[in-house]
Structure formats: C-alpha cells, structure tokens
C-alpha cells in the first residue's frame, strides 16, 4: 500500500525543516534549494501529492516510467529526468521532460539538441559529472568536462543551468561531502573559464543531503525520505 496524503506532508514538512536546520549551520537561505520529490517505482500519487504539496517539479529515472505516470496525473508538475539516458531515447525524453539532469556524453549533446530543435524548445540541462570518480556511476569524468560543456554551450537549443552529481555509496560518510565538494570546485572553475554562471548544483539524496547543502547543493533528489522505501 502506498502512502497516504498525511504521511507525505509530515515527511516533507520534516525534510524541509531539516533543510533549513542545515542551512542555518552552513551560513545559507533555505530559498537557494530546492526539494525535488523522486517519484520513480512509486505511483502517479506520489506526483500528485508532490503538487498538492505545493512543489513544482518531480524526478523521475526511466523515460517510459514517467511518460505513462506523467499521463496519469492532472498536474501542472514539470518533470526532470535524473537517470541515465540512452542517445536512441533522446527525442522521447525531450517530449516528456522539461530538464534533463543525466547528460553526459557528446553524443547524447548532440542528439538532444537535434531533438529539442525539432521540437521547437529550448531544453534545459544539467551535465552529470562523475565527481566522486565511482565505478558503479554514470556520468562523465570530470576531465571531460570542460569540453561537454563547450560542446553543449555551443549548442542552439541546450541550455546549460548547471551540474548534477551522485555521491558514491560508502561507509565513509566523509566521501560523499568530498564528492560534492569537488563538484562545486569543477562548477566554479567552469563557469569563471566558460563565463557561464552554472547555477545549478544538484547534489543530495535521502543519505547524503546534509553534506550536499553543506557544500553548496541547490537541489537535493529525494526518494526515500520521503515515499519510503522502493519495491
Ligand atoms: C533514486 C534516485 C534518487 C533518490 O534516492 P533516495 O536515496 O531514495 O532519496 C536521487 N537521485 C537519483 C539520480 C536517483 O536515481
């Protein structure tokens, strides 16, 4: 049985309390992050609840998952695509997400911005950089970094607003605070040489959120902590 309505707002209420908890510890308003609800393997529900809620977008990591969920709901939600995407899928993401966080390759460069110029938009991104550079993760290594963002600048219906990373599952609690300072240290170095602002940091799961607003996150992807646990 899913979760009813109630369950979600406490847990959101307790999320955003925690959120802000964080931010007073490290120096930062509350209104810089945003609360991304991960609503992949649960039902068309945990988006409406997201909405009802007050939120204004859900994550989602398979295309097909969130384009059939997607047209189950009556929202206004703008959807965001945070799993790995395959360049042949290009055209059905840019149709059904308004941002994709998971680019990283050129191919998959070049292959949305065929696709969102065919749709006619202008379709937000975020690279995924490997910064925690983990076997088991996608993303691209932080090396090739600068030349995807070249590439996706370069790029007439892309636009950059920033980066996204997912820390490595460890015991050492330490590693993902490295993780995603590293991220941040990539992002500033990229925007002071690219002169882009790269606004976006998404960084933080339901295990790691502390350390990700700790180190600059504007985004924090959260499952879990919120839907309970995933079948
Ligand atoms: C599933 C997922 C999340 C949410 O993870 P939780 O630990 O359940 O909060 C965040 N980011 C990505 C990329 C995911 O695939």
Redesign the pocket.
Known sequence: MFIDYDTFCQRADTLLQRIAGQCRVAGREPAEITLLP?T?THPPAAAEYAARYGLAAV?E?RVQEAAAKRAQTTTSLRWEL??HLQSNKARLAATHFERIQSVDSEKLIAALDRAAGELGRKLPVLLQINAGKDPAKFGAEPAAAPRLLELALARPHLQVDGLMT?APLSADPTLARRTFANLRSIRNGLAARFGVPLRELSMG???DLDAAIAEGSTLV?????LFGP?A
Do not use: Q
């Open positions: 991960v992949k994550g990591n945070i799993g997912i799961m339901s295990g992807r959260i499952g879990t902590a995933r």
